[in-house]
């Protein structure tokens, strides 16, 4: 199995982020790691291949810094990377980004691509369903698991309140991960040797051509949500507190 | 011409989705402000019923759109049979909840119409002629208002609680429905879904709870979990629990409450020893009461919470326990 991975690099969850001058992203004077789902994504790949033999391809789209995390994927066991490196990639909406992908592998022929289910950053949960629509593929979000059949695969769709549901599709299909579907391994000492001969290719914006357009969404500003609420304080000894928070339950709150 | 707001109402199995009642407020608060038409659709394969449902509440039309491709559900079927339904129709707004059913269609869907989905809102604003969608960014560090730059339909998905469902208006009479005939044409179905099962014995949907008692790391051990089971039998309401308690196998992965777990707006939030990680915050904001037990005071639990007790959760819960149970006997 040929297998595409989708990587994105993101500022840590417990990173402090400040707002850039024009309140439109943050200032981007952080620390960056990969999007979580998306390491889930490319392990899952690195196991598929590792039982069905084939290659494990990760593409980013990002500045320079974000070939830091397609280096990280290499050392893991990905065969090769893709780099589309601009910082233009930053801002770009769910739309464009697949786009870029969709342009960038045209000469390629995967089985299947993976993505995480959504982005730490932006969160769009978008780009692995448009990037099947804009290849013509059929798609399932938010899997658990991945098994190879006769004629295509099987997965494991979580839905929502413990729901599941198996889906048999043919190949090549995009399929979006979710977290904690497997346990990461660690790069290794020689993996992260063999990661430097290993090939990286680099794809300027100027090349991927009509695949981007004007975005359709835009960001008028981003801004530090205002605490809407006003908090009460209960003091007292624990059965004062007991007795007016019932009291709270009971008349202002109404669920008692 | 009216520009019309189209609300896709969801239904699984048979049954409408509570959050779309949430989805049908935004719509009928939009339609106020802006003086357009609220309509309603539902896509199924029988779904007269559900349709019947809608057309209680106050809206101007509902379109049951019936084909046999919409069941069992598919992306690549709902994506179709919306996509014909939508480009007769040309609303100005689509709104639908952001579900994991939604999450999995609409992109495809929209894209399929060249348009763009501004999804997990958290609300909107008018802005003199410009519409504006609020959504979270960074893990909900930052929210933006994010406008479309494409021509109509405009999709947009708002988040699990972002608009309270009970407030939905009723009409003043049951509005028509019409029955549409979609047809999905064959070979455009290529995902062969099973049947949807639980894993967990007792999975239970939390967010159909009114009141759900939350423990946190705050509880330090296992054997304390059944002092905030015994709060929540009290209260007659569900027990739920951040990332690391159900990760520790404390509580059941389902009653995960956060990004990775269940999203919830229930009347009542009462969180026992939680410290409030936007994973966790995520999955709660919704509720319209949040009350906070924990003994750091700077948690971060207390910046959304309603009612906060700085204090021992193991002095104050039993104590609380025996307050709503004298309440109750006395009532």
């Not at chain 1, 910082?87 to 089985?111: H, M, P, R």
């Not at chain 2, 919306?82 to 992109?107: C, E, G, N, W």
Request: glycine share 8%.
């Amino acid at each position: 199995m040929k297998i595409l991975v989708c990587m994105k690099q993101v500022p840590p969850k417990d990173a402090p982020l400040k707002l850039n001058e024009a309140g439109t992203w943050i200032r981007e004077d952080v620390s960056y790691e990969v999007n979580e789902p998306d390491a889930f994504a490319l392990e899952e790949a690195l196991r598929q291949k590792e039982k069905h033999s084939g290659e494990v391809v990760v593409i980013t789209a990002g500045p320079a810094r974000a070939q830091q995390v397609l280096r990280e994927a290499l050392a893991k066991g990905a065969d090769r990377a893709i780099h589309l490196e601009d910082a233009a990639f930053v801002g770009l909406d769910a739309f464009n980004t697949a786009g870029a992908f969709a342009a960038a592998i045209k000469d390629e022929q995967f089985d299947l691509i993976f993505t995480g289910l959504q982005s730490d950053d932006c969160g769009f949960a978008q780009t692995g369903v448009i990037l099947a629509e804009l290849l013509g593929w059929p798609h399932a979000t938010i899997i658990m698991q991945i098994e190879k059949t006769e004629g295509g695969i099987k997965v494991k769709r979580e839905l929502e309140s413990g729901y599941f549901q198996f889906v048999e599709m043919p190949l090549p299909a995009v399929l979006t991960i979710q977290s904690g579907i497997n346990k990461l391994r660690y790069a290794t000492l020689i993996g992260i040797k063999q990661a430097k001969n290993k090939p990286l290719r680099k794809v300027a914006l100027a090349e991927l051509g009509p695949a981007i357009t004007a975005n359709s969404q835009k960001i008028e500003r981003m801004y530090v949500p205002q605490k809407t609420k006003k908090t009460e304080y209960l003091e007292g000894s624990s059965a004062e507190i007991a007795k007016k928070l019932v009291e709270k339950l009971k008349d202002e709150i109404r669920v008692l | 011409m009216s520009e019309t707001i189209l609300v896709v109402v969801e239904q699984r199995e048979g049954k409408l989705n509570r959050v779309s009642w949430e989805t049908l407020v935004a719509g009928q608060s939009l339609a106020a402000e802006m003086g357009w038409t609220l309509e309603a659709a539902v896509a199924g394969n029988g779904v007269s019923a559900i349709a019947g449902e809608v057309a209680a509440k106050k809206v101007s039309k509902i379109h049951a759109l019936e084909s046999p491709g919409f069941s069992p559900y598919t992306p690549e079927g709902f994506s179709a049979g919306l996509k014909q339904f939508i480009s007769a129709k040309q609303p100005r707004l689509v709104l639908m909840p952001h579900t994991y059913q939604v999450r999995d269609f609409v992109p495809k869907l929209a894209t399929a119409m060249g348009r763009t989905v501004i999804s997990d809102c958290i609300g909107y604003r008018k802005e003199g002629d410009k519409l504006l969608f609020t959504r979270q960014m960074f893990q909900g560090k930052f929210a933006a208002d994010v406008s479309f730059n494409c021509d109509p339909p405009w999709f947009v998905t708002f988040q699990n609680g972002a608009f309270r469902g009970d407030r939905v208006e009723a009409g003043a009479s049951a509005a028509p429905v019409e029955s549409v005939n979609v047809d999905i044409p064959q070979g455009t179905i290529r995902n062969k879904p099973q049947e949807v099962f639980k894993e967990a014995k007792q999975a239970v949907d939390l967010t159909q709870a009114e009141i759900i008692v939350s423990v946190g790391r705050g509880i330090k051990e296992q054997k304390h979990i059944e002092l905030a089971k015994q709060l929540a039998d009290a209260l007659g309401g569900e027990i739920a629990a951040s990332r690391p308690i159900c990760d520790s196998g404390w509580l059941p992965m389902d009653r995960q409450i956060g990004s990775s777990g269940q999203t919830v707006a229930p009347k009542l939030y009462l969180a026992l020893g939680i410290s409030g990680a936007i994973q966790h915050i995520v999955g709660m904001k919704g509720a319209r009461s949040v009350v906070a037990i924990n003994k750091d005071h700077e948690a971060p639990i207390f910046e959304i919470a309603d009612v906060a007790v700085v204090g021992n959760l193991f002095d104050v819960v039993p104590a609380l326990i025996e307050e709503v149970k004298k309440m109750k006997s006395s009532a």
